[in-house]
């Protein structure tokens, strides 16, 4: 079934420092996958995706993630984490086998201490 | 400004009741959807409509109906049918969700409606 994890539900970092929020997934044909981001009580926003073109995606605000299919894994970094980045990151999955249904993962909450 | 707009932000609801939350938006996006949002669970489908006058079932759709007589408008409706209502409630649209749409298409999301049952 297509699934996708997200290995922390807390991330903390200090400002400044890098910033890597773990997903992994599983699929049975070729993902696409997204990241979006949510502020508090807001609607989420797309931050990049990756639809079978280049591995490594660059997206808003300086984050940017890598498709590894060997490790079926893509994460999201950011070499220097802003106070404004504290907020909820979703990875999403879809793919052909399922109807192109997008399946959200559980969120990673991102806190960004001064 | 184009976009997706919902109300009301918050609502509190008395068991047995119905409530209708509103979505609106004016991106002239064909496809409209509804999530629900719980604490450490992601986003879950409620229900979507490719099209006016048409809308599917999602993973969640016990407990709740919706219309779409206008493209602009997608309405939800919380019934006393659903067990556990409170919740985070979030429409979303896209372009269009058919054929390869979701492969490289983008949601579109209103900022959220708080739904608490006293």
């Known amino acids: 079934a297509q699934s996708v994890t997200q290995l922390d539900s807390h991330v903390s970092v200090s400002e400044g420092t890098p910033v890597l929020l773990r997903c992994n997934y599983s699929?049975?044909?070729?993902?696409?996958l997204f990241w979006y981001v949510q502020h508090p009580n807001k609607g989420l926003q797309l931050l990049l995706k990756?639809?079978?073109?280049?591995?490594l995606v660059k997206g808003i605000n300086g984050f940017e993630a890598e498709f590894k299919k060997s490790e079926t894994s893509f994460h999201l970094t950011k070499p220097s984490a802003h106070m404004s980045d504290a907020a909820e990151y979703f990875c999403?999955?879809?793919?052909?086998?399922?109807?192109?249904?997008?399946?959200f993962g559980a969120g990673t909450i991102l806190r960004v201490k001064s | 400004d184009g976009g997706i707009t919902q109300s009301p932000k918050y609502l509190f609801r008395k068991e047995g009741q119905n409530v209708t939350l509103s979505c609106e938006q004016n991106?002239?996006?064909?496809?409209m959807y509804w999530y629900r949002q719980d604490p450490g669970q992601g986003l879950r489908l409620i229900y979507y409509s490719q099209i006016v006058n048409d809308f599917q079932k999602g993973d969640i759709a016990e407990g709740y109906s919706v219309s779409r007589e206008k493209k602009e408008s997608f309405p939800l409706t919380v019934t006393s049918a659903q067990k556990n209502p409170t919740a985070f409630y979030l429409c979303a649209s896209s372009i269009s969700s058919g054929g390869t749409w979701a492969l490289t298409g983008e949601l579109f999301f209103g900022e959220g409606s708080r739904l608490t049952v006293l």
């Open positions: 990756y639809t079978s073109a280049a591995t």
């Open positions: 699929s049975s044909y070729s993902p696409s």
């Open positions: 991106l002239n996006h064909d496809a």
């Open positions: 999403v999955v879809s793919d052909q086998e399922y109807g192109n249904k997008l399946v």
